[in-house]
Every structure is written in structure tokens, then in C-alpha cells.
């Protein structure tokens, strides 16, 4: 491992194609665009950093390009920064940092931006079907108030590789689900029971939260970032705010950083249990479902009761947060979140000891150590692969900085080792409510932080995995850009490679183990 400054000479030496600097809360470097991809490739293979996040925003003559990474074991951020003129191609990276690959086909479809020898540009978030070729509803002249009339091809999807073998089909799964599932297609090659290979195609719900944004005050932002994913909203609130603060450059009262992590681990809690039920009744154990339930309805219970929202709306504000809950209310919270322990104990035994159960996820949907590299998965996924990535350990804020959680980990990839990262994540997040609520500072829960010009990265560990949120915030004081890089983005493009060899029966059961939001992707 290197230290900060081992990391920063070794980016001087990089003179003349970029030059680095400490800027205090990152590294930043300047560099050429042909520079860029050497330059990431050193970073990930050589410093073992991993990928963050890509964000475009619009500049007076073409565009500005910034490539964020960050260092697991040293508490790094590191900022790249190139420029590439309208109409010029930048070079693509995904093909040695395979993580940055939605990144790049993202912005290329919303910005126009080709990216040299990226070989599946086009036909991503903006559907051939539906939007006209040449809309690129990223840019600033683009009138987000504005109908697309023009229609696109109106042709269905084809997939570009497709498995050729005698009697092989692609079997389509979506885009129309029953149920509540959000809108996704799955194409499943097979030449008979087993899948062969998949393919995800999500955006059939492509809602362009960061174009809306675009214009707005930082405090609309926050409903967009609560409501986007309405099932981690704490969690991406928290993120957003923290890009405020740190343009702000204001200090959150201990007590808000405190009861920011109790919310925060409280939605983990919560988040889980849900996915544990999803995973019960994909396996059609009924039973479990239903208790896994319970649990989880007794999370929101004790959310509306202490913040007055199921969902932790509105309690997460620039500054810190909206209202104190209050004494009363948070022993109330603390007794419950105690006995919700009992009740996951006891739910766990169950699920471990019931054979039938582990049969259908036991060596299932495995996502083997080196491919959750490859895509550099993140959150319990990535802990079941045998990744110890959490951004609560690797970019520590709020109270984690004093309270590093414990990050569970398991090697083998399958569905029994994501349920049991999910139930030690759990423990673990228990442990933490209790230890914070127990000795909770006595301060104001906020502290004005008025919207001032400036641009900044907040991360979160959110339930799923890390989510990154880049704000820029104009002279005007109104949102420039927004740039939402969440853990289901990142996930859902590692998905297929645990469906392979996989039998399609199997295919609702390794989807739920990995507990993702398509909606949090389709922002």
C-alpha cells in the first residue's frame, strides 16, 4: 500500500503529459486527454486504485472531463481532469479499467461525446426505439421543459453478440414485469436448460434527474435525491449534502453527525431485511418471506416514529439535519432496533438450517473474486466476492471517521455468501445504533449553510454499495451540474456474468440475492 505522499511523487513523475498537486481533500491532476489512459491504467494495476466515477459538465469551448478514483486502504481521493473540444473524441479507458465502461456508454449517449475504441457506443440510456439519433439532452441548449417529437426508429432492440450453436434461443425476461418490478429486460442465451451468457438492457424509465435538476436551488435538489431511489434516500440525501457542505465549507455539528450514521445504518438495517424477504420468496419460502417482512416493517415503523417519514424523507438537509427527533423518540428507536437484533438472530438460524433453502442458493449465481474486479462491484456483492471495498473504511466522513465499521467478507461469490454478508451487515449496523445512540454529543443537529459558487464530490456507503454525488453550484447559486454515480449503476453491469451456467429457474433468485434498485440506475 502507498501512502498519500508515496502516491502523489509518483504522479509528479508523470511530467510533462499531467501534472498532480495536493489540494487538501484530493489529488488533483491535469492532464492531456491522450494522457488519460496510461495514466488510469497506472492508478488501478500499479496503485491499486479503484474507480469512481466519471463527470462531464459543459465548458465555454467544449468540455470539461473529470475521472475520480480513490485509494481503498489510504483514505485518497484522486481528481483527473481533461479537456476535449466539441466534436473531438476522447480515448476510452474501459477497455483496462472495465469499471469505467457504463460510465463512458452513459456519457457518449448524453453528451455526444464519442470515446476512441470503446467498441458498444450508442443505444444505451437514450433507446434507438424511442429517441431520435443526434439528442444528446445533456447539453445546455438542450430545453429539458421540451418535447421530443421527433420519433426514433421504432425498431426493437437486437442484441449485437448473440450465442450461435445449434437450437441455442435468446430468451427475453422483461422489459414488463408483474408485481411492483421495475421495467428491465434480461436476454438469457441457452442452448437448452442452462444459460449460457446474458445481457442487461435497463433505461426503459430514463428519467434524466440530473438534467431536471439543472437550474434549480440546492434545496429542490434534495427531493430529487431522496426520490429518485426512494429505498436508500437517506443514504443519497447524505451524499448530496455532503457535496454542499464541502463547497460550503461549513462544519456539521457532532450530534448531526451522529444521528446522520444512526439513519443511515437504520436504512441499511431496513434495506437488508427487504432484500432477505426478496430472496426467501424468490426460492418460494414463504415463511421466510413473511418474517423478513415483519422485520422490515417494523425498520419503517420505527423510522416514522423518530423522523416522521417511513422512508427518512426530509430529514437530511445541507448543515445537518431538519429536526432533532428528541429523547423519547430515539430510546424508543434504540429499544426497538435491539429487539429487531433477537428477532434477525433467530431468523438467520432458520434460513441456515433449512436445507431446501440453501440448496437453491448455495454455489448459485456465483460472481467470481477476479470479475468483481474486473467491474469493480461494490457493496455487499462486492463483500461476498471476496472485495472488502466500503467507502465508510476507504473515504471515512461524518462520525466513521472515529467509528470504522466492521466490513464482513466472505470469498465464494454464491447466493449463501451474499446472505451472509447481508446478516452480518446487519449485526454490524445494529452494533453501531446502539453504540451511537448510547453516547449521543449534546449540540444543535444543524448549522446554516448557505449555497455558495463551487464544485464538489460527496460519497456515501449506501445500502447497496457507494454512491458518489457531484454538484456544481453556479455564481447564480442554482445547480450547474449534477453528476449521481450510485452503487445500482455499478452492479447491475456485473449482473450477467453471475447468471452464467446458471439454470433459468435460478435466474429470480440469483437477480434478487443481489438486492438491487433499477430505478436508482434509470436516475
Not at 80 to 91: D, M, R
Not at 433 to 439: E, F, I
Not at 472 to 488: F, K, N, Q, S, T
Request: a negative charge; proline letters at 6%.
Amino acid at each position: 500500500m502507498n501512502t498519500r505522499a508515496e502516491l502523489l511523487a509518483f504522479l509528479q513523475r508523470g511530467r510533462p503529459a499531467f501534472e498532480a498537486r495536493d489540494a487538501g481533500d484530493r489529488l488533483c491532476v491535469e492532464a492531456t486527454s491522450s494522457a488519460v489512459p496510461d495514466l488510469t491504467v497506472m492508478l488501478v494495476e500499479q496503485q491499486g486504485c479503484e474507480f469512481a466515477t466519471l463527470v462531464v459538465e459543459a465548458a465555454p469551448v467544449g468540455f470539461d472531463v473529470r475521472y475520480f478514483f480513490y485509494v481503498r486502504d489510504d483514505e485518497t481521493l484522486i481528481e483527473i481532469h481533461a479537456s476535449v473540444l466539441t466534436g473531438e473524441a476522447l480515448p476510452a479507458i474501459s477497455d483496462r479499467v472495465h469499471a469505467a465502461d457504463w460510465h463512458e456508454r452513459e456519457v457518449e449517449d448524453l453528451f455526444g461525446i464519442h470515446f476512441a475504441g470503446h467498441p458498444f457506443l450508442g443505444d444505451f440510456v437514450l433507446h434507438d426505439r424511442v429517441w431520435p439519433e443526434g439528442v444528446t439532452p445533456m447539453l445546455r441548449e438542450f430545453d429539458a421543459a421540451e418535447r421530443v417529437t421527433q420519433p426514433g426508429l421504432g425498431e426493437d432492440w437486437r442484441p449485437r453478440r448473440v450465442l450461435e450453436e445449434e437450437g441455442a434461443i435468446e430468451f427475453p425476461v422483461g422489459p414488463i414485469w408483474a408485481d411492483y418490478n421495475e421495467a428491465g429486460l434480461w436476454l438469457l442465451g441457452t442452448p437448452g436448460e442452462q444459460i449460457h451468457d446474458g445481457q442487461s438492457r435497463l433505461f426503459y424509465k430514463y428519467r434524466a434527474v440530473e438534467k431536471i435538476a439543472e437550474g434549480r436551488t440546492p434545496r429542490d435538489g434534495i427531493l430529487l435525491a431522496e426520490r429518485f431511489s426512494g429505498c436508500a434516500a437517506f443514504a443519497h440525501a447524505w451524499a448530496y449534502c455532503q457535496a454542499i457542505e464541502k463547497i460550503v465549507g461549513c462544519d456539521v455539528p457532532p450530534r448531526a453527525h451522529a444521528l446522520r450514521a444512526v439513519f443511515a445504518e437504520l436504512e441499511r438495517i431496513r434495506y437488508h431485511a427487504a432484500t432477505i424477504a426478496e430472496l426467501a420468496g424468490a426460492t418460494a419460502l414463504a415463511v421466510g418471506k413473511s418474517m423478513s417482512q415483519e422485520i422490515e416493517e417494523r425498520m419503517l415503523r420505527l423510522s416514522a416514529q423518530a423522523c416522521g417519514h417511513r422512508y427518512l424523507f426530509g430529514l437530511c438537509v445541507p448543515g445537518g439535519l431538519a429536526w432533532d427527533p428528541g429523547a423519547a423518540a430515539l430510546a424508543t428507536l434504540r429499544a426497538g432496533v435491539a429487539d429487531a437484533a433477537t428477532e434477525f438472530a433467530r431468523l438467520e438460524r432458520l434460513f441456515v438450517h433449512t436445507s431446501s433453502y440453501l440448496d437453491r442458493i448455495e454455489e448459485m449465481g456465483t460472481l467470481r473474486p477476479e470479475v468483481a474486479d474486473l467491474y469493480g462491484v461494490v457493496g455487499p456483492v462486492a463483500r461476498a466476492s471476496g472485495r472488502t471495498v466500503d467507502l465508510r473504511r476507504a473515504l471515512p466522513y461524518g462520525i466513521y471517521v472515529d467509528h470504522l465499521p466492521d466490513v464482513p467478507r466472505e470469498v465464494e461469490g454464491d447466493g449463501y455468501a451474499r446472505l451472509r454478508v447481508y446478516f452480518a451487515e446487519i449485526r454490524a449496523s445494529i452494533g453501531l445504533v446502539d453504540a451511537l445512540l448510547a453516547r449521543l454529543p449534546d449540540s444543535p443537529v444543524a448549522i446554516e449553510c448557505p449555497a455558495l459558487p463551487g464544485a464538489a464530490l460527496g460519497w456515501v456507503e449506501a445500502p447497496a454499495g457507494g454512491t458518489f454525488h457531484w454538484l456544481r453550484i453556479g455564481e447564480d447559486g442554482l445547480i450547474g451540474r449534477w453528476r449521481i454515480a450510485p452503487p445500482g449503476f455499478r452492479n447491475w453491469h456485473a449482473f450477467h456474468r453471475a447468471l452464467e451456467g446458471a439454470a433459468f429457474q435460478d435466474f429470480h433468485i440469483i437477480m434478487a440475492s443481489f438486492g438491487l434498485s433499477v430505478a436508482e440506475s434509470d436516475r
